[in-house]
């Protein structure tokens, strides 16, 4: 393919950067020199390429079919040929070259065309793509919407469960109380009874023996019947109740009484600067694209450097910046920013550990989460900090997205009235934006079962997969942008104790292994089969728990016994 445009000059090969009006060919700089000293030429109207005008299409004069339509009659607004011009009807009439105009039509046609294709139809279609997200959200809020309406049914039920439960077992207290008290009523008339039968007796006694001796007897006297009370048994009160009382405990939807906002068009003057940005982000695209058929991975695996990071005692969590900085956290809490030689730049007291809080976005951020006060920082280039709460959940592991910049946030919730507070009640990830709005909750399978227990390693594949590392599982846990369960990976031996973990360009999943018998780096591919072990104690690795890839494809690897870094080669 050329690459440029020839000069129309015969064996000429030159670029065609003029153009001349008259002979309607390209010239190069030399050939419209001459042109211009040749008596034939000289007087042609020579421009610039882009400037040139159009040639007019060839349509023959209908009065005179030898000759090409050329002129314009100003006066009867009509297209004709050079001979017509001097006809009777055509006298004193003043004529334009049809070609100027044709040229200025042409361009003002060409430049309407143009910003149909660079921004009405992109913009429109942007928009319309707007229209398609903002389909996919509003399912994705009302699916919220409904799993919490469910939630809440679920605990009312729970509650109604509880109070019936205990409300029935008070009728078992009272029927236990009320039949004692009969029980007791029984003995008294049970005594009474026997009590009158031994009197009867003596009566009867008494009136066997003499007469004389009757009238000198002592007069028996018959104890009262005792008296005793009739139960009162409780009275059930029917609770006063109906629809509107249960909605107005399990809440409802209403639609906001908000101005609906209107979608922002880019103006027109915004296409030169979008076009430059989107060829930028081509020419990048294509960058990748070209390494990813160039790059595989390599039969052996390489050492490039290691160094040891100050401040820290361990290194269990691994972040790399594009500024090729390196921030590294530890069992205590330390988290720690230095260069590739090591030395330290920044330090941070957290309250976490043994976990992946912490992530560099593209723009040089730190982002960490605080699991105890249920809050996710970020921290510019000019260490500015700005902050979202978590509410009720508590981070443990954060990804910055390499795709569109979205946070991702493994979570948990304890029981606050447990006397053990370790116990977790649920766990999710959670999608927020750069801005801390919470866009999306990741908690079950299609079969509504947990998918995570205690995600504390997280990132995200070049296919959008969320790939989170939990220990309390035993295994990798990997889900689509929208949150459907792709597979789940639990090691190659009878115990996988997954840490941290990352993907590469290629879409390769690599997480550490910390099981005693196994101590390693698995290398699996975007489905989720294992390739191989790449690092292993074979190549002098014990503990690894902190794994990153930077944008030259180096991993780098933190261990759990030893403050040291090391960067390998594992791609060509």
Known sequence: MQHYLVCGTEDCQKN??????????????????EHLKSPKTKIHEIVLYRYRNQQLPVEKCEIHPKRNVDMFCKECQIPLCSKCSTRKDHHGHKFDDLEEIYTEKYTLQQTE?????????????????NIDEDATEVKKVMESIRTSMKAEAKSLKNLVDEVTSENIEQTYTMEK??????????????????????????????LSITHHKLLFSKTLKIQPIPETTKPVPPVFTAGTFNKNDVAKLLGKVNVPNTKPEKRKIQPMEAVTTHMKSTEKQLERSKEKSDMKQTLSLSSSVTKVREYSVPGVNSAFHVSVEKS???????????????????????????????????????????????????????????????????????????????INGDILVGMIKQDQHSRVLSVIMDSKVTRYSKAGKELQNIQKDNQGQDLYRKPHYITENINGDICTSDYSKQAVVVVNKS??????????GSRFCPYGICTDVLGHILVCDTSLNSQSVHLLDQDGGFLSFILSSQQGTTSPCGVCVDDENNLYVGQYDTNTVTVYKYLQ
């Open 16 to 33: 065609g950067q003029f153009y001349c009006n008259d002979c309607h060919r390209p010239l190069c700089e030399q050939c419209r020199d």
């Open 113 to 129: 065309f143009s910003k149909i294709q660079k921004y009405f139809l992109p913009t429109t279609q942007e928009l319309k793509k």
């Open 177 to 206: 109380s009320l039949l004692k008290m009969l029980q007791s009523q029984e003995t008294t008339y049970n005594d009474y009874i026997a009590y009158l039968e031994k009197t009867s007796d003596a009566f009867q006694e008494n």
């Open 483 to 492: 949150g459907q369960h792709r597979f789940s990976y639990r090691g190659q």
């Open 324 to 402: 090729d900085r390196l921030w590294v956290s530890d069992r205590s809490g330390n988290l720690v920013q230095t260069d590739l030689q090591g030395k330290q730049l920044q330090r941070i007291k957290t309250s976490h550990g043994i976990k992946g809080y912490h992530t560099a976005t593209q723009d040089g951020d730190l982002i960490y989460t605080d699991k105890d006060k249920r809050v996710i920082y970020r921290k510019t280039t000019d260490k500015k900090i700005t902050e979202f709460k978590t509410g009720d959940w508590r981070p443990l592991s954060v990804h910055s997205s390499r």
